[in-house]
Structure formats: structure tokens, C-alpha cells
């Protein structure tokens, strides 16, 4: 069966950060709170990085494929105790990401 979709019904994201528009508006800082965004040095340089490659998850999880492929070449038998526990660690988070994300793909293939 086709997929048929009216206008605006479509798969549409949007990141909205209405504190964002807010904040700039008053100049960060409204009545006694003081809403902190994160610096940066170049923060138009940030924000086009975020639109024209991808979000901060995006990123980090290519960096996480990235290491991933790299631990699999690393002769551990080196490695303290201390050491192999993070790595095993980091791969654990690894894999649930990876299983995230096939449930997800599950999902949609579904619809």
C-alpha cells in the first residue's frame, strides 16, 4: 500500500527551544534567575555546525562508532584493571545505544 500523507502530516522535525528566543530577548537574565545556555567562543559558528552536520547526539555517537572500531584493534592484556572496567563499560553503553536504535528501527519499519 502506498504511503499517503496530507500536507504538514508528513515526518517533520524541528528542534524548538522556546528559552532560547527567551533569553535572547531579555538578555539572559530574568527577574532573580539566571538562565545559562553554555558558552562558547563562536556561538554562530556552533549553532551552524548543529544545523549543516548534525545535533551534539549525532556527533557524539559517530565518535562513539569511531572508538568503537578502534577498541576492537587495542591489545587490552596491558590495560589495568581500572582501565579494561572503563572500556567495558563505555562498549556496554555501546550496545545499548546499538539496541536503542534497532528498536527504533524496528518500530518505523513497522508503520
Known amino acids: 500500500m502506498p504511503d499517503f500523507r496530507l500536507p504538514l502530516s508528513g515526518d517533520v522535525i524541528q528542534s524548538i527551544n522556546p528559552w532560547n528566543w ?3 530577548t531579555v538578555g539572559g537574565q530574568f527577574g532573580l534567575i539566571n538562565i545559562n545556555l ?9 549553532a551552524r555546525i548543529l544545523d549543516e552536520v548534525g545535533s551534539y547526539g549525532h556527533q557524539i555517537g559517530k ?12 591489545d587490552r592484556s596491558k590495560l ?7 572500556i567495558d563499560e563505555f562498549e556496554v553503553q ?6 536503542v536504535k534497532q528498536k527504533r528501527a524496528a518500530l518505523t519499519a513497522r508503520q
Do not use: K
Open 22 to 24: 527567551f533569553v535572547r
Open 38 to 46: 553554555g558558552r562558547s567562543t563562536n556561538p554562530e559558528m556552533e
Open 63 to 74: 565518535m562513539g562508532d569511531a572508538l568503537g572500531v578502534l577498541l576492537a584493534h587495542v
Open 80 to 86: 589495568t584493571e581500572t582501565e579494561r572496567c572503563t
Open 94 to 99: 555501546l550496545a545499548e545505544i546499538a539496541r
